[in-house]
């Protein structure tokens, strides 16, 4: 998701592998943090996706599918050209929603609220990570087309890659 590397070329890449880890980590903490009852993986997930969203390079998922996933060749890079940008805008609005969560979840009796809000990222990963629709990509297109978000910066706008 958040992988960009400096090409010849100037275009713009994402390593499809690291997104499909990191919806995959993310859909495995929101359900668990329901499972078991624990909004303290709740916030733990939040500032994993709010650390991915603004500093990529630190981001807990990237550090660990560098380090970890691929040494042990469980993945391998599936880079392709695209914008990083919908897929962080994706993560903060996912760490905005889990934020939300926590403090519905800590500081007030509406769990049912709270819960709620933790299973729509998990819905959503899940979708992203099954089906190849980025919910959050889909709305970054169309605020930077109607000019409340920077457009895209590759041609064609806004595709479903699928999986």
């Known amino acids: 998701m958040e992988t960009t590397s400096a ?3 100037g275009a713009l890449r994402v390593d499809t592998h690291l997104a499909k880890f990191s ?3 993310t859909a495995l903490l929101t359900a668990i ?9 709740v916030i733990i997930t939040a500032v994993i996706l709010a650390l991915a969203a603004l500093v990529p390079l630190i981001s807990p998922y990237r550090l660990v599918y560098r380090g970890i996933i691929l040494p042990l060749r469980l993945l391998r890079p599936r880079i392709v050209e695209d914008d990083p940008a919908p897929h962080r805008f994706a993560q903060g609005v996912g760490a905005a929603f889990l934020i939300a969560s926590s403090l519905v979840l800590f500081l007030t009796t509406a769990t049912v609220v709270g819960w709620t809000l933790d299973l729509i990222v998990f819905v959503l990963s899940g979708i992203n990570l099954i089906v190849g629709f980025c919910a959050g990509c889909f709305v970054y297109y169309h605020l930077g087309h109607i000019g409340l ?6 041609e064609g706008g806004f595709h479903w890659r699928g999986v």
């Open 149 to 154: 978000l920077p457009r895209v910066r590759y």
């Open 23 to 25: 919806q995959a980590c």
């Open 33 to 41: 943090a329901f499972l078991l009852n624990q909004p303290v993986i």
């Open 7 to 9: 090409v010849t070329t």
